[in-house]
């Protein structure tokens, strides 16, 4: 796909442009059309509410989109994303090859860096679409993109460019990983995938660990787990030391069960292809680190994935098993489907022993999260006020809206083991996501500030809310906000 940023030169067709609703009528925020913004009343659907786009053609047959971005008061760069995104999209159904966009004027209304990163990204968001398995060859050709100044761009401009580029390149990396379905999409396939990517960026080293690995780790609740498959499973490890080398390093963990059937506590038939994206939590935080790699952070991270496939072989997991996991600790499984929590419990207490300034965990964990916050809000865990404070920080420039959900002794009560120190599922009714989140603190050490994001309702089918987002398929979630809070280490 091509992006670009230069200074406005002539014959620039093929337009669009971003209006704002004011009290009494519109106004158009890129200089360069003033003159046209006269006669764009007359023409019929042109309105400036947000999300309204109206294409209008040119005499000489180009066109010209106008985007609505709605009132001034409640403008920010998650609507600028999602106007832009219909915008190109309608540039995409006019099968335009190349569109313009001024950015004479909008820098009055966003931090110059802030605007090009936006658009930058949304216009990668509204070019993913997994069509490699797909035999017919009319595909169509990505839409060429290009920032018009009436000068030089400036430094912060160019900045945002590459930022939204380098977020823009790993959101459509986490999309394909999560579309792809489980047979192309193992363990193995999936930390090969991740290993051939990371291999491309400068400064970003990754190992794979093998089941022989993971069984000398000691990570029983993950090889407790990939036992009822014929698919081994595997521990990705990313490190990027882009900061100071006494800094310590942020943790990212992410869940990258790559197909869940739930085990012998087998899901219902209906949707279930959609498990798939049940690694979208690996997928988000491996994507992050491909961003934060190409955008050149200067900050530490390192990304732990345990990855498996949760199927019912004669080996499988049966409800009431035992696994012993990393920490020594033990637990019950009383029901083979809630196995994100298994997996993650050995990458917790692995990701404590690196002794990290602080540990993000991403997961698809609980359809109880669905039931509470549906596909808007990623819910997130933690005790740690400040890093409760930090998170909710990167939402305004992320764009994501993060929820932030409780977590209490209560919680931690309510999955006691009968028979084992901890049991898998709660003991009690309702909370099944808070639950969730008191069985994963048992792995974390309690002196490193920790928080957990349940993504079961934000990680797939969320265009119906999100312009940019498809409305079938993975979104992306959390790759902006992981990019945004690695900052902050
Ligand atoms: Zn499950």
Same mark, same amino acid.
């Not at 790699?293 to 345990?306: E, G, H, R």
């Not at 990680?459 to 992981?482: D, E, I």
């Given at each position: 796909m091509?992006i ?5 030169s002539?014959n620039e ?16 925020l890129s ?26 053609s040119?005499?000489?047959g ?5 985007a ?23 540039a995409?159904?006019?099968k ?8 004479e ?7 110059e ?5 936006a ?5 990668f968001?509204?070019n993913s679409k ?5 035999t017919s060859?009319?595909k169509t050709?990505?839409i060429?993109?290009?920032?018009t ?21 790993a959101l ?8 792809t379905?489980g047979?192309f999409?193992?363990?193995t396939?999936?930390?090969k995938?991740?290993?051939s990517?990371?291999?491309k960026r ?5 190992q ?7 069984t000398?780790?000691?990570m029983?609740?993950l ?11 595997r ?11 006494k800094?310590?390093p942020?943790c990212?963990?992410?869940k ?6 739930g085990?012998?506590s ?5 949707g279930?292809d959609?498990?798939?994206y ?7 935080v491996?994507?992050?680190?491909? +961003?934060i #790699?190409?955008?050149? $952070?200067?900050?530490n %991270?390192?990304?732990? =994935? /345990?990855?498996?496939e949760?199927?019912?072989? *004669? ?6 098993d ?7 600790k ?12 298994l997996?993650?419990?050995d990458?917790l207490?692995?990701a404590s022993?690196?002794?990290?300034a602080a ?8 359809g109880a ?6 596909n808007?809000h ?10 409760a404070?930090q998170?909710?920080s ?13 977590l ?7 999955i ?17 996501? +808070?639950? #969730?989140?008191?069985? $994963?603190?048992?792995? %974390?050490d309690?002196? =490193? /500030? ?6 079961? *309702?934000?990680?797939?089918?969320t ?11 993975a979104s ?8 945004e809070?690695?900052?902050l280490?």
């Amino acid at each position: 796909m091509k992006i670009y940023l230069k200074k406005k030169s002539q014959n620039e067709t093929n337009q669009i442009i971003f209006t704002l609703k004011t009290e009494k009528s519109f106004k158009v925020l890129s200089n360069a059309f003033e003159k046209e913004a006269k006669n764009l009343s007359k023409f019929p659907g042109f309105s400036s509410d947000f999300k309204k786009t109206l294409n209008i053609s040119n005499p000489d047959g180009s066109s010209l989109i106008t985007a609505g971005l709605g009132t001034k008061e409640e403008l920010n760069t998650e609507k600028l994303r999602e106007a832009f995104a219909l915008a190109i999209g309608k540039a995409k159904s006019l099968k335009l090859s190349k569109i313009f966009i001024s950015l004479e004027g909008l820098e009055k209304y966003f931090d110059e860096e802030r605007l090009t990163e936006a658009l930058v990204f949304a216009a990668f968001a509204m070019n993913s679409k997994l069509t490699k398995f797909k035999t017919s060859k009319n595909k169509t050709s990505a839409i060429e993109v290009c920032f018009t100044t009436s000068g030089t761009p400036s430094k912060k401009l160019k900045v945002g460019l590459e930022s939204g580029t380098a977020q823009g390149k790993a959101l459509l990396l986490c999309r394909e990983w999560g579309d792809t379905p489980g047979n192309f999409m193992t363990p193995t396939l999936f930390a090969k995938s991740v290993q051939s990517e990371a291999k491309k960026r400068p400064g970003l080293e990754c190992q794979v660990w093998n089941k022989a690995r993971i069984t000398k780790e000691k990570m029983g609740g993950l090889l407790g787990v990939s036992k009822g498959s014929d698919e081994e499973p595997r521990f990705i490890v990313l490190k990027y030391m882009g900061g100071s080398e006494k800094k310590k390093p942020l943790c990212l963990v992410g869940k990258g069960l790559t197909f869940d059937a739930g085990g012998i506590s087998l899901k219902p038939a209906s949707g279930m292809d959609e498990m798939r994206y049940d690694m979208c939590g690996g997928a988000a935080v491996a994507a992050s680190m491909m +961003a934060i #790699a190409d955008a050149k $952070l200067k900050t530490n %991270v390192i990304a732990l =994935i /345990p990855s498996s496939e949760n199927l019912m072989n *004669g080996s499988a997991n049966k409800p009431g098993d035992i696994l012993t996991f990393r920490n020594k600790k033990t637990a019950e499984v009383l029901n083979t489907d809630a196995e994100g929590r298994l997996i993650l419990a050995d990458a917790l207490s692995y990701a404590s022993e690196l002794k990290p300034a602080a540990i993000f965990d991403a997961a698809t964990l609980t359809g109880a999260m669905v039931v509470a916050l549906g596909n808007v809000h990623t819910g997130f865990y933690t005790r740690d006020d400040k890093l409760a404070t930090q998170i909710q920080s990167v939402e305004q420039d992320a764009g994501e809206r993060l929820w932030r959900m409780p977590l209490t002794d209560y919680h931690v009560s309510d999955i006691k083991g009968r028979f084992a120190d901890l049991a898998n599922m709660g003991s009690s009714r309702g909370a099944g996501s +808070a639950q #969730a989140a008191g069985f $994963l603190e048992q792995f %974390v050490d309690s002196r =490193i /500030p920790w928080a957990h994001f349940d993504i079961a *309702g934000t990680a797939w089918n969320t265009g119906n809310r999100q312009s940019y987002c498809p409305t079938k398929g993975a979104s992306g979630v959390l790759v902006r906000s992981f990019f945004e809070l690695a900052k902050l280490f």
